[in-house]
């Protein structure tokens, strides 16, 4: 039976990864998960500097779901490179590092700086552009091109992957721009911006007030734009957004993803990344399929 | 894990108790678990809840209704099973045999102090206070294992009417604050109050705070705190903190 993938360059040994943000830097679930069993780990999103974040509360849960605002909360890039990369380079499994950046000089000194160090190099692209005035890169097609163009000239070995937002006005459109632009895969959804109100302190239930909506209740939105993304586009989709078992993450492979991302669901179990890959075995068996490729994309109607 | 006993010991509090197998890890005071239904996804991520009490073959959590994931818990009957992970979190420390514990309490908060007491016998002051007498839990249980108990209420329908933090006050009156290490656990605004006075007398003290909580495992960022250095984890470099940092 054969689970291995390609993303761009990247073989994967099976196709389930874990969502960035979701996982840590890996160390954090290495007690419950043998990380040499994932094919590859996707760590929180990198900045150039280390970031404090947003102030609590942070999360707030939602029927089926859960709202985040943890503001990219993460350990920097120099302390990434010194002390967490040497520790994920430990595992037989493919690194994928998420970075993001204020303005398209910073997004390119990230991703040369992890240039042939990582597998692959996952752009989240629904950050504010402070040049120019804190629009998001992932809310204009214009600014979205010049980005990815400049960070795929800078990036020489290691495979780029975009991810995208669903909050994007088109995201097939921005799809499209990546496959033109030279982009190995493309990754989605990201989180849904969303909110909740506490009704008897009438506030926000967030200190952000917006939160990026994550879960089952977000997977048949997923499921669809991947499904359209698919048919518009030749480059490999690894797909996310509420995946909590194999039968989730089948549906995914269906729709067109070659591979899957984890996320809310390590959160609700620890070991639930070994059980999909266990169970999407136990799909194929029961199906009769030898190689899992032979899947992607393939609903029939 | 199997629910082995689930007891309503007032009316929106009980007391769970789960089995823990031969080798799990046992919690040390302070330290919590997060427990979830086994099925379902809704409610989705597990809740914290402190190591109430345990002994080799279990562990029980005292937990209150607040909203719908305690409300589910209570409908659970010997036989049903609950996700369990932990023991999550820092612990108290213990205290230098030169200093006398002195453990405050509010409210649900007794669940996180309430070990400290099983661990050493008898040498600890406990001040527990709850807005009224029908409130105050399981105090006969606690007077036993404690050097002195002081009993507080806001409607003043049982000892010192008033909150914990002015009992302490008024305690610190007769106390040296360098006699003393404070262990405290209770609702966000008793603990800033509770800061103030703990700072202003300089006295040495570890402070269990909440914050929402998404993965338990320190993956998330979802659950920081401010600190003096920076955003910490409750659920890594906490819940237990040490009044220096924050
Ligand atoms: C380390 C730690 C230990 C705890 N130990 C205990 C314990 O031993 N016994 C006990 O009864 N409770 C304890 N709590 C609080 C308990 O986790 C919350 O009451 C519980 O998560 C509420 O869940 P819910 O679904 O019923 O409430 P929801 O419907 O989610 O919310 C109801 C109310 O509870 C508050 N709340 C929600 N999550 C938390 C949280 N993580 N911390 C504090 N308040 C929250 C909300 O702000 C809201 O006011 C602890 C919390 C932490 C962080
Ligand atoms: C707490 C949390 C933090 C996240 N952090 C990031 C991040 O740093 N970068 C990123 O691209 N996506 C981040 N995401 C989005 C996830 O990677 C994923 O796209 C999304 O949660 C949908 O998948 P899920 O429903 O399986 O969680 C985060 C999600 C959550 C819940
Ligand atoms: S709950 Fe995820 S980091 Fe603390």
């Known amino acids: ?149 400049e960070v795929r000239t800078t990036v020489k070995t290691s495979t780029v992957i975009v991810k995208l937002s669903p909050a994007s006005a088109d995201i097939v459109m921005q799809a499209r721009i990546c496959e033109e632009v030279g982009i190995d895969a493309v990754s989605m959804i990201n989180t849904i911006p969303a909110m909740a109100i506490d009704i008897h302190s009438r506030r926000p239930r967030l200190s952000n007030i917006i939160g990026g909506l994550s879960g089952p209740a977000i997977r048949p939105i997923g499921v669809r734009m991947v499904w359209e993304t698919h048919r518009a586009i030749n480059i490999p989709i690894i797909a996310m957004g509420g995946i909590m078992t194999a039968e989730d993450a089948m549906e ?44 992607i994309g393939g609903l029939i109607c | 894990m199997e629910v082995i006993d689930n007891r309503e010991i007032t009316d929106n509090v009980f007391i769970l108790r789960l089995e823990l197998t031969e080798n799990a890890l046992k919690p040390e005071p302070g330290q919590f678990y997060l427990l979830r239904p086994d099925s379902g996804y809704d409610p989705l991520l597990g809740r914290p809840f402190s190591a109430f009490r345990w002994n080799n073959d279990w562990i029980e959590f005292l937990i209150r209704k607040t909203g719908r994931g305690t409300a589910l818990l209570s409908t659970f009957r010997p036989g049903d099973h609950i996700r369990i992970l932990g023991p999550l979190g820092r612990s108290f420390p213990p205290h230098s045999p030169h ?42 249980d606690i007077r036993p294992r404690v050097r002195e108990l002081y009993l507080c209420t806001d409607d003043g329908s049982m000892g010192f009417q008033g909150n914990v933090v002015e009992f302490f006050t008024e305690f ?3 106390t040296s604050s360098h006699s003393i290490v404070v262990y405290a656990c209770g609702p966000e605004k008793m603990t800033k109050s509770l800061m103030e006075i703990l700072k202003k007398y300089n006295i040495e003290s570890y402070l269990s705070l909440e914050e929402r909580m998404a993965c338990g495992l320190g993956a998330c960022m979802g659950c920081a705190k401010d600190t003096k250095t920076g955003m910490k984890r409750v659920c890594m470099e906490g819940p237990v903190f040490n009044i220096e940092e924050l």
């Open chain 1, 252 to 295: 995914y492979i269906l729709a067109g993803a070659t591979a899957v991302a984890i996320g809310t669901a390590n959160f609700v179990k620890p070991t639930v990344t070994l059980d999909i890959i266990e169970g999407m075995k136990k799909y194929m068996l029961i199906h009769g399929i030898d190689d899992i490729n032979s899947l």
């Open chain 1, 1 to 149: 039976m054969n689970l291995e993938v390609k993303i761009g360059k990247m073989t994967m040994k099976n196709p389930v990864t874990t969502a960035s943000g979701t996982f840590g830097y890996g160390s954090e679930y290495a007690e419950f998960v043998d990380l040499n069993l994932l094919g590859a780990v996707t760590v929180k999103g990198i900045s150039l500097e280390p970031r404090e974040g947003n102030p609590p509360p942070r999360i707030y849960e939602t029927p089926c779901g859960m709202l985040n605002s943890i503001g990219l909360q993460n350990v920097g890039l120099k302390n990434f490179l010194d002390e967490k990369l040497p520790y994920l380079k430990g595992f037989d499994t493919r690194i994928i590092v998420n970075i993001l950046g204020n303005t398209i000089d910073e997004y390119c000194e990230l991703s040369s700086a992890l240039d042939g160090k990582v597998d692959a190099i996952e752009l989240n692209v629904s950050c504010p552009n402070v040049k120019k005035g804190g629009v998001l890169f992932s809310n204009n097609n214009d600014m979205l091109r010049t980005l990815i163009k």
């Open chain 2, 172 to 174: 610190l009156k007769k």
């Open chain 2, 99 to 140: 200093k006398t514990p002195v453990v405050l309490a509010g409210g649900i908060g007794m669940a996180s102090v309430y070990s400290l007491t099983l661990k050493h016998k008898a040498e600890h002051i406990f001040i527990y206070g709850a807005k009224s007498a029908t409130e105050l839990l399981l105090t006969e």
